[in-house]
């Protein structure tokens, strides 16, 4: 049984930054796909970022793109978003995902991701 747990949320003033960490069990994700996206009240769940195994090759959404880092360390079996210059617009809770295997191309709807964690709030003030 996988399992996921996000860590690091919280509540930051705009401009600030945070840094997510998403540590699973059960599986070895360094050959998986892992994402995270985001999920605001009222809002559909959506796609943030997302981290390719074998070459590490990332791919972003236009808000995250130039604020946002996806990361892995995968001896600890966990991933990372650093995010810097944080927008109030940021605030939701965010999901780490997986899907097993390498992706051809990183999936950025929840669909094709088997996996998923409790979430950790990111709060974003003004």
Not at 16 to 24: D, E, F
Not at 49 to 68: E, L, Q, V
Not at 104 to 112: E, H, K, L, Q
Request: positive net charge; contains cysteine; hydrophobic residues 30%.
């Amino acid at each position: 049984q996988v399992q996921l747990v996000e860590s690091g949320g919280g509540w930051v003033e705009a401009g600030g930054s945070l840094r997510l960490s998403c540590t699973g069990s059960g599986r070895n994700l360094d050959t998986d796909t892992m994402g995270w996206f985001r999920q605001a009240p009222g809002k559909a769940r959506e796609f943030v970022a997302g981290i390719n195994s074998i070459d590490g090759s990332t791919s972003y959404s236009d808000s995250a793109k130039g604020r946002f880092t996806a990361s892995r360390d995968n001896a600890k079996n966990t991933l990372f978003l650093q995010m810097n210059s944080l927008k109030t617009e940021d605030t939701a809770m965010y999901f780490c995902t997986q899907r097993p295997g390498y992706s051809m191309v990183i999936p950025t709807r929840p669909g094709p991701y088997v996996h998923w964690g409790q979430g950790t709030q990111v709060t974003v003030s003004s």
